[in-house]
């Protein structure tokens, strides 16, 4: 089955969100780790690659529906943020933005009676209610650790040895 106009544009427009999201969560990535905080800068690092994922995974859908797929431009993402916490909470803010966006566009697919997009697109939905209970349980814990700078050397530890991080980004990944 062909997709719509409309849902062909807006699967297109994803693509377009979801690779603005890894720029996003890798420029915080390499923020954090030129701090010294190589737990967080990975585990943010990891977020970036899901992201990287997302926008794949709907690449996929548009070729295996013959539907063009077009590249979009990038913004440059902001590059520095003051502290940890509000670096978390700006990949917070951000996939708050992407569940808006794949909500809306699960609406379109269901209004277009598009029951592949519906299904695919079922997928993203779930994904995002993960993603933004484990970006919150993070900032829970920080809040926890509240102004120590011990307590955020204790949740970087943590998270270093959750992702495997290695003291900085690895190369070739």
Known sequence: MALSKKIHDALNEQIAREFQAHFIYRAIAVDLYEKGYDGFGGWMEQHSKEEYGHAERIIHFLRENDA???????????????????????????????????????????QESDLATVSMLDWFVSEQVEEEHVVN????????????????????NELKSAVGATGGESAGE
């Not at 509000?86 to 917070?92: D, I, P, T």
């Open 68 to 110: 063009r797929v077009v590249m979009p431009a990038i913004p440059k993402p902001q590059d520095s943020w003051p502290t940890v916490k509000g670096a978390v909470e700006a990949a917070l803010q951000h996939e708050k933005k992407l569940t808006a966006d794949i909500h809306e566009l699960h609406r379109l697919a269901d």
């Open 137 to 156: 349980r993070l900032l829970k814990r920080i809040a926890l650790a509240g102004d120590s700078p011990i307590g955020l050397v204790v949740i970087d």
